[in-house]
């Protein structure tokens, strides 16, 4: 199958652009797996290498019909699965900004991407902690937050891809403020929640015990709390600990949880229910979601052995809160 030749045909329904990402990782196979599940939820603008996609053999018959945007931006000789290579990280990020430029075009209405190597990105001589924060970059978002969902929980983080000794140092009144507002602000526009209930996990243990293991919960996070409840009228609770809030979010208590670092987020949505999960960045001018894992290096070869739920998911999510978001 050559799927240079495939355009998408005239139609009404929301353009999604898919970045393959690693052309050395999961992406082709996965796309190629998600599609056919997928018919007629919307419109497929596929950005990525056309070469890579054709050496995927676990695809068949099903594929709806969807533009392919081949950069041919991956050298043949010496090609390779499951590979940290810099030319592979640079094409990573060509698929990004291709997209990027998709969407200031108007010709794709949300971004989905598939997993990138951060490894690769950093050979290839980008500062580059994850999509989130490339994609503020390129947009000039100043302002952003990124939320973690699954079929139970939402979560945002306060930080994110930093060591934790630093977590500490990183978190202030100004920052607990703007994720908690902005997440507010975006569960209510994606997700069309009149009042969202919150809830704010700890920092420390037992959420400190009032202030008996670690000052955090007194000096930064119950401050923020009360000028929102005041001032805003936000359903919000907390500091309660970890264990608790999200315990509670499960149960359907809260309609998000915001956590105060990366794997106080991670480790209940992968335990939750991991092929569910959605990276999802809100702040962004467009909707933006990602499947919930890596590159997959190990399987890349053999995407038979991937499970495409996780991206399934993310698309879904994409136009879902494109539609949400259009109706405001």
Same mark, same amino acid.
């Not at 999960?277 to 979601?289: A, Q, S």
């Given at each position: 199958?050559?799927?240079?030749?495939?355009?998408?045909?005239?139609? *009404?329904?929301?353009?999604?652009?898919?970045?393959? =990402?690693?052309? *050395?990782?999961? =992406?082709?196979? %996965?796309? %190629?797996?998600?599609?056919?599940?997928?018919?007629?939820?919307?419109?497929?603008?596929?950005?990525?290498?056309?070469?890579?996609?054709?050496?995927?053999?676990?695809?068949?018959?099903?594929?709806?019909?969807?533009?392919?945007?081949?950069?041919?931006?991956?050298?043949?000789?010496?090609?390779?699965?499951?590979?940290?290579? /810099?030319?592979?990280?640079? /094409?990573?990020?060509?698929?990004?900004?291709?997209?990027?430029?998709?969407?200031?075009?108007? /010709?794709?209405?949300?971004?989905?991407?598939?997993?990138?190597?951060?490894?690769?990105?950093?050979?290839?001589?980008?500062?580059?902690?994850?999509?989130?924060?490339?994609?503020?970059?390129?947009?000039?978002?100043?302002?952003?937050?990124?939320?973690?969902?699954?079929?139970?929980?939402?979560?945002?983080?306060?930080?994110?891809?930093?060591?934790?000794?630093?977590?500490?140092?990183?978190?202030?009144? #100004?920052?607990?403020?703007?994720?908690?507002?902005?997440?507010?602000? =975006?569960?209510?526009?994606?997700? /069309?929640?009149? *009042?969202?209930?919150?809830?704010?996990?700890? %920092?420390?243990?037992?959420?400190? !015990?009032?202030?008996?293991?670690?000052?955090?919960?007194?000096?930064?996070?119950? $401050?923020?709390?009360?000028?929102?409840?005041?001032?805003?009228?936000?359903?919000?609770?907390? $500091?309660?600990?970890?264990?608790?809030?999200?315990?509670?979010?499960?149960?359907? #208590?809260? !309609?998000?949880?915001?956590?105060?670092?990366?794997?106080?987020?991670?480790? $209940?949505?992968?335990?939750?229910?991991?092929?569910?999960?959605?990276?999802?960045?809100?702040?962004?001018?467009?909707?933006?979601?990602? $499947?919930?894992?890596?590159?997959?290096?190990?399987?890349?070869?053999?995407?038979?052995?991937?499970?495409?739920?996780?991206?399934?998911?993310?698309?879904?999510?994409?136009?879902?809160?494109?539609?949400?978001?259009?109706?405001?």
């Amino acid at each position: 199958m050559n799927l240079k030749h495939n355009p998408t045909s005239k139609s *009404s329904k929301l353009r999604v652009g898919i970045t393959m =990402g690693d052309p *050395s990782g999961i =992406g082709a196979g %996965l796309i %190629l797996k998600a599609l056919p599940k997928l018919k007629n939820l919307a419109d497929f603008v596929i950005i990525a290498d056309g070469w890579v996609l054709n050496k995927i053999k676990a695809f068949g018959s099903g594929l709806p019909t969807f533009r392919l945007v081949d950069l041919n931006n991956v050298r043949r000789d010496n090609f390779s699965f499951g590979k940290v290579k /810099a030319e592979y990280g640079r /094409a990573s990020i060509e698929y990004l900004d291709k997209a990027l430029e998709l969407v200031k075009d108007k /010709a794709i209405d949300c971004l989905v991407t598939c997993p990138v190597s951060k490894e690769a990105v950093s050979l290839a001589g980008f500062k580059f902690r994850g999509h989130t924060e490339y994609l503020a970059k390129q947009t000039h978002t100043k302002d952003f937050v990124m939320l973690l969902l699954n079929k139970d929980l939402r979560i945002g983080l306060v930080t994110r891809h930093i060591p934790l000794k630093d977590v500490p140092l990183k978190i202030n009144k #100004e920052k607990i403020l703007k994720t908690i507002f902005l997440t507010h602000k =975006g569960i209510k526009e994606m997700f /069309a929640l009149t *009042s969202p209930r919150m809830v704010v996990c700890g %920092l420390n243990p037992h959420a400190s !015990d009032n202030g008996l293991i670690g000052g955090e919960e007194n000096r930064h996070i119950k $401050p923020v709390i009360q000028k929102l409840r005041r001032r805003l009228r936000m359903k919000l609770d907390g $500091p309660l600990p970890a264990d608790v809030a999200i315990y509670k979010a499960t149960r359907n #208590e809260y !309609d998000c949880v915001i956590a105060m670092y990366h794997d106080q987020a991670l480790i $209940p949505l992968k335990l939750y229910g991991s092929d569910t999960g959605v990276n999802m960045t809100l702040g962004l001018p467009f909707v933006r979601t990602s $499947p919930l894992h890596g590159t997959a290096f190990d399987i890349a070869r053999n995407p038979d052995l991937a499970n495409p739920n996780s991206l399934i998911e993310a698309i879904r999510l994409a136009v879902k809160c494109t539609i949400n978001q259009k109706k405001d």
